[in-house]
């Protein structure tokens, strides 16, 4: 029953902010793992951030790491990307994952691992 809605995207020059955030319509995901994708055009959905639902635990791919960061709020039920010094590279769709999680230090990278996706968000940054 776990529906995510990202919302945050956008049009933003290189070298802004942005910050993305996924809300849940249904269950709460407090104890779930959750992670941040992106697809660009003609492209496979990739891997961008992860985070446990202690949130003491994240990940990053090497390409945003230092850039981006992932947080959450369990009491808001919602996860947050802040991305900074955006490239136009990072142009993407960008979905919020979810999946229950019973190890608390737990962190998934693959989409395999995730159950439950939102329907993406458009950030796009112009040179």
């Known amino acids: 029953q776990v529906q995510l809605v990202e919302s945050g995207g956008g049009l933003v020059q290189a070298g802004g902010p942005l910050r993305l955030s996924c809300a849940p319509s249904?269950?709460?995901?407090?104890?779930?793992?959750m992670g941040w994708f992106r697809q660009a055009p003609g492209k496979e959905r990739e891997f961008v951030a992860a985070?446990?639902?202690?949130?003491?635990?994240?990940a990053y791919v090497d390409s945003v790491k230092g850039r981006f960061t992932i947080s959450r709020d369990n009491a808001k039920n919602t996860v947050y990307l802040q991305m900074n010094s955006l490239k136009p590279e990072d142009t993407a769709v960008y979905y919020c994952?979810?999946?229950?999680?019973?190890?608390?230090?737990?962190?998934?990278?693959?989409?395999?691992?995730?159950?439950?996706w939102g329907q993406g968000t458009q950030v796009t940054v112009s040179t």
């Open positions: 994952a979810a999946r229950l999680q019973y190890t608390s230090s737990s962190l998934y990278t693959r989409r395999d691992e995730y159950a439950y």
């Open positions: 249904g269950r709460t995901f407090s104890t779930y793992a």
């Open positions: 985070i446990s639902w202690s949130a003491y635990n994240t």
